[in-house]
Nanobody, 123 residues
Framework: VQLQASGGGLVQAGDSLSVSCALSGRTSSSFGMAWFRQAPGKEREYVAAIRWSGGTPFYSDDVKGRFTISRDTAKNTMSLQMNNVKPEDTAVYYC?????????????????WGRGTLVTVSS
């Protein structure tokens, strides 16, 4: 499984931005997909997750109500729509995947990772 994130950039606080992740390789409906981020000088943190088959998305408290995770199985892509962004959202955003979303939600490091895309939010 290969993942490639794209769509980062520089935005102002309060703006919206979407990042995407292209997925290739063998997957299954049980796959869990997720976004993580790593801010400068901080550890990587979980942002959001969703099953490849769809269903209820999951979010960290920091982004709940502002970010929306989605996936398009026809296009083999996953997206993260970020609204009302804040300077503290500045980070490199990574897409990740694992054979089970439960592993991701339990805090197990996903098996598959894409190269990150930088999102910078100015105040």
């Amino acid at each position: 499984v290969q993942l490639q994130a794209s769509g980062g950039g520089l935005v102002q606080a309060g703006d919206s931005l979407s990042v995407s992740c292209a997925l290739s390789g063998r997957t299954s409906s049980s796959f869990g997909m997720a976004w993580f981020r790593q801010a400068p000088g901080k550890e990587r943190e979980y942002v959001a997750a969703i099953r490849w088959s769809g269903g209820t998305p999951f979010y960290s408290d920091d982004v709940k109500g502002r970010f929306t995770i989605s996936r398009d199985t026809a296009k083999n892509t996953m997206s993260l729509q970020m609204n009302n962004v804040k300077p503290e959202d500045t980070a490199v955003y990574y897409c990740a995947a694992d054979s089970s979303i439960l592993q991701i939600l339990r805090g197990v490091t996903p098996r598959y990772w894409g190269r990150g895309t930088l999102v910078t939010v100015s105040s």
